[in-house]
């Protein structure tokens, strides 16, 4: 498989059982079908069973034989995330391949999980910390790769470390960069504690680019009654092949990044045309904001233990 041509030749992923997050739609859907036809045993755990029958039933146009299960999560709800981990747990049935790709983006107002955590920061970065935490003896079993999505977003920002919940001055733009910081930090902190404690996971990073998927679309449950202005601009330039990526081929860094033999972990994958923003995936710098951070990277994955309740092994 070459990461210079744009349609990847996915391998045989017949003995292979994975799990994508946010796979009801966009390029989630794009994955989980992905990796349905080349034979692998998909996983799909969603918050809305409607739309995660319609995603199954789209994937079974492409391959009527498609191994699918649908679960249940709502990564907002860290209960909902360890009645999962403890339901696969129960089953034994060892993970090899985990994309942890939903997201949640900009919502207009401050708005908060279940837990009580920003939303943005709760659900991508903390709601996918549990998760990896729940999973992990079936990923150790399975020699698992996990690949986690950050965004261009992550390329601005910070760590807000003495406010992480934004509770005091709320930027939607600022919490959505510190969340996908944060997805960085923690994708490349856990393949080099695998590495350390020789657990077998291999953790990358990857970014789709700019594609005109969900994220900012119209989304009445996060508070936004229409499309953004930059959705918009976003689906005109895809429509007419400049600059950015489409839906479909958002996800292939991540699909790279999740299958191709020359990834060996602690990778950062992105599409290789002008600013990361399209073009086939590639191998790239990470970005300066989880650029050997490895103090940040200790530092979020205490404080993520602390917040989520969960532990990972010493």
Do not use: C
Not at 220 to 248: C, F, K, N
């Amino acid at each position: 498989m070459s990461p210079q041509k744009q349609n990847l030749t996915i391998p045989d992923m017949s003995t292979k059982r994975v799990l994508v997050t946010g796979a009801s739609d966009g390029m989630g859907l794009v994955i989980a079908r992905t990796l349905a036809v080349a034979g692998a045993e998909v996983v799909m755990p969603v918050r809305n069973r409607r739309k995660g029958e319609a995603a199954v039933t789209q994937i079974r146009e492409y391959a009527p034989r498609a191994k699918l299960e649908l679960r249940d999560l709502d990564l907002a709800s860290l209960e909902s995330v360890a009645a999962l981990g403890e339901q696969l747990r129960a089953e034994a049935a060892p993970i090899h391949v985990l994309i942890n790709n939903a997201g949640l983006m900009t919502p207009p107002d401050r708005q908060l999980t279940r837990d009580r955590f920003e939303v943005q920061f709760g659900t991508n970065h903390l709601g996918h910390f549990a998760l990896v935490a729940h999973l992990l003896p079936l990923l150790r079993q399975g020699k698992a790769r996990v690949t986690s999505q950050t965004s261009t977003a992550a390329q601005a920002g910070r760590i807000n470390w003495d406010d992480l919940n934004w509770e005091r001055s709320y930027s939607g733009s600022r919490a959505y960069s510190q969340s996908k910081i944060a997805v960085a930090l923690f994708g490349l902190e856990l393949d080099r504690r695998s590495k350390a404690s020789r657990w077998g996971i291999t953790s990358n990073v990857s970014q789709p680019g700019l594609a005109p998927t969900n994220l900012l679309a119209a989304r009445p449950e996060v508070g936004r009654a229409q499309d953004t202005s930059t959705v918009r601009m976003i689906r005109w330039m895809s429509a007419r092949g400049i600059l950015v990526g489409t839906v479909e081929s958002a996800g292939q860094s991540a699909l790279y990044a999740a299958t191709a033999g020359e990834i060996k972990g602690g990778e950062f994958v992105g599409p290789g045309g002008a600013g990361g923003l399209g073009g086939p995936p590639r191998i790239q710098r990470p970005y300066r904001t989880f650029r050997d951070q490895q103090e940040a990277a200790a530092r979020l994955w205490t404080a993520s233990e602390e917040l989520t309740g969960t532990r990972f092994p010493s």
